[in-house]
């Protein structure tokens, strides 16, 4: 292998870590209040939550694109105040694979939270635990297979992003090439598909390792979810 | 479990046929007589082959449809069967490549360009010549691939005669096309880029800070080509006429882009 | 000192509305009423599940909600332990930590309530190490019980805890629901749609029904009103009387209630004494006379006390040194000229009794 595939390796296996790691506390808080809340406004969130899911990825990379740049509202700020350009950087990447796993988490998360008996949660109030001691110690833990499926959903999401990936962190080779971005370039050259193979061969490998690290994460002495 | 079963197996059939229905292969014969055509042309040349096109409509009701993008996409996608009856390449390579392949049937060099530096137009740094893209101010220079875009190529040819890749190069944010390089640059998240003059003149999002010089870049040429698709198809060749017509050539350099082919006489409609 | 006060106004989205008062002091009180009648809401409504469109509740001094001075108390912050119909044990935990959880957010109670003596008092030892998807329901209730006891609660309260068990069982709970609140002393509310289960354990009881409150008192008087002796299924009227000395002999088992012989069916286990015979009103036969020949084993003698008509049936009371009630028909109270005062007797057939321990 090459520097450059194994640049591209450690790309997708740093940009999809961080992509699934950053966005899941989110998405857990997401998850949880899409299923718990009864309140009006709920349909917004959810509409807003899966546009990633509905737009293709090039439309929601040139929004992230357009808000990220230097010259963007939020850009702008991060220009400014912390002096920071997001675009055009392996975070620009992580963020951009976020945003496009977010809805699948989210997703996964809710039907989670949803399978857990309310009322589990109503005798654990009455035991006297508070609303944050109940989420860490009974929601949560009940849901747990649900937020690993959709940490390894958006991991492996992640290892896959191009579009929105293309465009807001740019293809530039040994920072924001990942692999997805390096079998593209390399199909665009006429000497590039062995090259291009291994990289489609490693992207496996890796997607194979995800889900064999969240079925260890899921094996457990026998339960039930059910209360 | 059974349902779900067969559930899947009715998807399965419904997709297939889906798929048969999209990939039916347009019909080849007869297409002498034909009131369509299909141009691929470089993304330079984007608005000034949309303006040239609605001309030609309205002049002889011929329908063009035009597919833009970088010469190297397009010319792998002509190589690979695409069904495209005239080509506007932005370099020979791709042209001389296809032409080996027997894909084309006329060629001429039709037009030049050259490179600029471009910033932002609201850019405080100070960049007036190539050398000053090696600041530390400047984090991201856009400009097509240099390893397969025409104006990447070019770019990295100029730079590369001053001395300056070996530099540049980790601060290079390939884009697939030349207009994508020039978005990077509008939208400031590359705070500078190498692009054609044309596409320069275009965007009112960007100034031009510096020009590159020709004898660094050798000529650009823009060949255009009756591809083999379009050989005995009149309105192809019409077309092809019609690009090279005194009228069309206005439009070409009202756009910026240089001149290289003589003029043909009056050649608008018909024929 | 009361040591519950309730008084809420409620509407359903379903049309069902909820207009329920009472106070309660004292150590176990049965909320009492047939299915639907709204027993379970009021339970909630204390409980914290939501607040009642109009009402407070108080519970000792202080106040768990009140909607015109804007009072609600979180449930995690009201002090009660309550035993829900389905145990609701944590799945996720083993018995011994499902225990914990009661004690870990214990909020210095009113005494404290140690997890071994839990642990001893409901014979929890050999469910320890157990999750709960591996109990029975019976052993569910007991853990439930026990961890509601460990969160130290003000007052204890079951929701219809023995309405998932068998009969068997229900009795076998019940006497630990006994055990605990002699050992701990905790006030308990439970709710139940069992006339069996009042009489069996309440000293108070609150009866409901449709949403309102329809008497209240001590089970042997609310529960012989004209309502509650004309419900049906398990809300039906039940006699429970205590007997002693049961001895099984070769083709009958006896037992004495007061001074009286009373026969059992054979295949009753004997139980620890003393135990309950527990029989329905309409089982009861009255007799002006003494009968003979009779396949009916029990002849309890007695004087009418009380005659109660309700709707299509004649109540009437007797006084056998304990109190029990007959259902028999208008007719027969006429033909019979049963007033207070008359001496009868009372025909039980031996396989109409429950031996209840």
Redesign the interface.
Known sequence: MSAEEWSALRLSFQVAMCAALAGLPLAVAVGYWLARARCGGKWLIEAVVNLPLVLPPVVTGYLLLVLLAPRGPIGAILQDLLGIKIVFTWWGAALASMVMGFPLMVRAIRLAFQAVDPRLEMAARTLGAGGAATFFTISLPLARRGVVAGWVLAFARSLGEFGATIMVAGNIEGQTRTIPLAVYTLSNQPDGMGQAWRLVALSVLLSCGALAISELLERRPSQDVCA | MRTSAAAWAAMACLASVAFQCGSAPAAEAGRESTKTIQVFAAASATNAIREIKQRFTAATGVEVRASFGSS??LA?QIANGADADLFLSADTQWADDLAEKGLVVQKQDLLGNRLVIVV?D?SKLSVTRPEDLTSAAI??V?MG?P??VPAGKYARQALEKLGLWEALK?K?????DVRRALM?V?????EAGIVYATDAAISKRVKVVAKISASLTGPVRYPVMLLKHGAGVAAAESFYKFLRSRESLQVFRKYGFSILAEAKAAGKAGG | MSVLSFHCRHRYASGFALDVSFEIAGRITALFGPSGSGKTSVLSIIAGAFPPWQGHVRLNERTLLDTEKGVWLAPSRRNLGVVFQDALLFPHLTVERNLQYGQRYRRGGRRTVELSRVVEVLELAALLPRYPHNLSGGEKQRVALGRALLSGPEMLMLDEPLASLDDPLKGRILTYLERTIAEWNVPTLFVTHSQAEVRRIAEWVVVVDQGRVVGSGRPEDALTQPGPLTWTNSSGPVNLLRIDAIAAHADHVAARIGGQNVFLPLATLPGRSPSFIQFRPAEVSLSRQDVAGLSVRNHLHGRVCHVLSVEHAVFVAVDIGQILWAEITPQAARELQLVPGTDVTCLLKAHSLTLVP
């Not at chain 2, 290079?172 to 697939?176: F, G, H, M, S, Y």
């Not at chain 2, 509008?186 to 590359?190: C, D, I, K, N, R």
Request: hydrophobic share 35%; aromatic share 4%; glycine share 4%.
């Open positions: 190297a996409t792998r932002p609201d984090t991201h856009a691939d390893k397969s980790p290079v944010a390939a884009a697939d990077y509008e939208t400031g998240a590359a």
